[in-house]
């Protein structure tokens, strides 16, 4: 659970869609509303397969990204 995707959201896209990506926990959610792909980070590694990442629900897309696109205090994104 030590993951950070700080050092690494540059870097890091969706594989699919090419759209920057959003931690939730133990995995990174794709933020793009039709993708809505979602990968699991195992052992501290994301795993950025297509293949194995898991396609949220609309519903629970929504919940994840509005629940981490306004954290309290965020200054990162230009
Ligand atoms: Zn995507």
């Known amino acids: ?8 959201k540059d870097i890091l896209v ?9 931690q939730d926990d133990s995995r990174l959610v794709c933020r793009d509303d039709s993708c809505r792909l979602a990968f699991e980070i195992l052992e501290n590694i994301p795993v950025m397969l297509v293949d194995e ?3 949220l629900e609309t519903e629970e897309w929504q919940t994840v990204i509005q629940k981490l ?8 994104e230009a």
């Open 69 to 76: 696109d306004h954290p309290a205090e965020a200054n990162g």
């Open 53 to 55: 990442a898991k396609q």
């Open 14 to 22: 969706c594989p699919q869609c090419r759209s920057k990506l959003i």
């Open 1 to 8: 659970m030590t993951f950070q995707l700080d050092s690494l």
